[in-house]
């Protein structure tokens, strides 16, 4: 089965960037459907960013605007560009099918403050 590691969290201030990457152990050529998910502390975890094959992509409203999925093929990767943090986008953030059907990563923790 793939697995996926994710990497690029870390502390920034608010209205920083960041770019996280999610490096999948085969190529990601057959799966339909990435995104990306966050759990923040207490919450239950969300989909924010979701690519397609076609490279189409859907954001979740908060984050709209600010965020940037995107695939790499040729380097079996997928990448979550953060624009203008804001505090509440602190979080563990993962990688996963949509639906999630791969064993979860250890994820990467992004926090936002100043």
């Known amino acids: 089965q793939v697995q996926l590691v994710e990497s690029g969290g870390g502390l920034v201030q608010p209205g920083g960037s960041l770019r996280l990457s999610c490096a999948a152990s085969?190529?990601?050529?057959?799966?339909?459907?990435m995104g990306w998910y966050r759990q923040a502390p207490g919450k239950e975890r969300e989909l924010v960013a979701t690519?397609?094959?076609?490279?189409?992509?859907k954001y979740a409203d908060s984050v709209k605007g600010r965020f940037t999925i995107s695939r790499d093929y040729a380097k079996n990767t997928v990448y979550l560009q953060m624009n203008s943090l804001k505090p509440e986008d602190t979080a563990v953030y993962y990688c996963?099918?949509?639906?999630?059907?791969?064993?979860w990563g250890q994820g990467t923790l992004v926090t936002v403050s100043s």
């Open positions: 996963n099918t949509d639906p999630p059907s791969i064993t």
């Open positions: 085969r190529s990601l050529f057959s799966i339909a459907v």
């Open positions: 690519n397609f094959r076609d490279l189409t992509t």
